[in-house]
């Protein structure tokens, strides 16, 4: 999936924003009440319950004006405007800032930290959307040197360490070869996004979305392939082979995977959530179950644009971000609970607009909502709202 892809996917999300008015709930939907707890957030992405209660949330910033790719409303600027908030008592403070941000010149759709992991002082931070080139490097320049790491940083002072580097290790092994249509025509890319984050047998396990694979990063930094997530061929209507661009006649497309989250299930496997590619094909996500020295298989299908995943007890929940599909009007999200029979049931849509982040604490369920939004300026803000986790018994 390419830098230039990427940004189409953002694109689709970020124009939610003229469209906010018109969203309406999901027929038969569930109408849990939510409840905001933050609010003024920019661009949130994925949450974390840390031991004590407290709720941390990634903000992928605003973009910022140390260099600029592209001119226009669609121009992407860098800048130190990412940080992670910490929600406990009612309050919610930034506890580390100045973390590279990327986004349009409106601060809307950024990329930068993607997913947090708290241990006491210690923000394990994910940073996304590394534009790998063949020697793991991006276009970012000196703002871009995080992109594609696991950073280790403690709150309250400036130090840091990597604890891994996950696009260069894509740029040396590659391990779905750049499937999907550019593998076709012999131009495989080599690409990077980590986006999802888990802790997971003293490492952590990291879902790259770009890459199309799930990664353990064990305790000593080094990476290991854990799982390759294969494309689907997706029919095409006439209307969206055109908007594709495809050829005239083009019938189907194979689409890339793009896992955007994990968790690890009580069962101790590690679960996978697909947001697939382009054109966003509504019941074509896929939950899958990865045990390592297996192949992967899947546990549950027929979702749209999965952006994150939680269990809840035995209860899986499934939160999607469009839940039409990020080519179909209105944008609204959906929680799904997938017991394990795998009987599954909306819990919460109505309010749910372009969600990105989703985490079950003892009595609530979080979710970063608006997340592709600043938290100041015209329109939507990014905030984080919660149900209560008794929605998912």
């Known amino acids: 999936m390419t830098f230039r892809r990427r940004l189409q996917v953002a694109a689709a999300l970020g124009g939610v ?8 709930t999901l027929a038969g939907a569930a109408t849990t009440k939510l409840e905001v707890v933050a609010k003024d957030l920019n661009n949130p992405r994925k949450l974390f319950v840390a031991g004590e209660g407290a709720l941390y949330v990634v903000e992928a910033g605003s973009g910022g004006d140390h260099k600029c790719f592209g001119t226009g409303p669609d121009a992407i600027c860098v800048g130190r405007t990412g940080s992670v908030t910490k929600i406990a008592g009612g309050e919610q403070h930034r506890v580390l800032t ?25 923000l394990y931070v994910l940073f996304g959307d590394a534009v790998t080139n063949k020697k793991g490097g991006n276009a970012f320049g000196r703002d871009g040197a995080m992109a594609g790491k696991l950073i280790a940083l ?34 495989p890319s080599i690409d990077s996004n980590p986006y999802a984050l888990a802790r997971y047998r003293g490492g952590f396990a990291v879902a790259d979305a770009a890459a199309n694979d799930l ?18 061929p997706v029919k095409l209507t006439e209307a969206t082979a055109k908007r594709l661009g495809a050829a005239a006649g083009t019938a189907s ?3 890339q995977s793009v896992p955007s989250s994990v968790s690890v299930g009580p069962d101790g496997a590690l679960y996978v959530g697909e947001l697939t590619g382009r054109p966003f094909q509504p019941g074509t996500a896929r939950v899958w179950r990865v045990v390592p020295g297996r192949k992967p298989t899947v546990y549950a299908d027929g979702f749209t644009n999965i952006i994150d995943l939680a269990f809840a007890g035995e209860n899986l929940l499934v939160l999607e971000a469009a839940a039409r599909g990020l080519w179909h009007t209105p944008w609204t ?23 990105t982040g989703l985490a079950v604490g003892r009595r609530s369920i979080f979710i970063a909502n608006y997340g592709f939004f600043p938290g100041s300026g015209p329109g939507p803000h990014g905030e984080v709202v919660s149900i209560p986790r008794s929605a998912a018994s």
């Open 17 to 24: 924003a003229a469209l906010v008015a018109t969203c309406s």
């Open 98 to 122: 100045g973390l590279v941000s990327w986004a349009t010149a409106a601060a809307q759709r950024a990329q930068g930290a993607a997913a947090v992991v708290v241990e006491g002082e210690t």
């Open 154 to 187: 403690h709150s309250g002072t400036r130090s840091s360490r990597a604890v891994s580097d996950l696009a260069a290790f894509e740029a040396t092994h590659n391990p779905d070869h750049g499937a999907g249509p550019g593998a076709k025509l012999g131009n």
């Open 215 to 232: 990664l353990w990063v064990k305790p000593t930094g080094a990476i290991s392939l854990l799982a390759v997530f294969p494309t689907q």
């Open 253 to 255: 497309l194979d689409v």
């Open 333 to 355: 999200g959906a929680l799904i609970r997938v017991a394990p029979d795998k009987s599954r049931q909306v819990i919460a849509s109505d309010g749910l607009v372009a969600p």
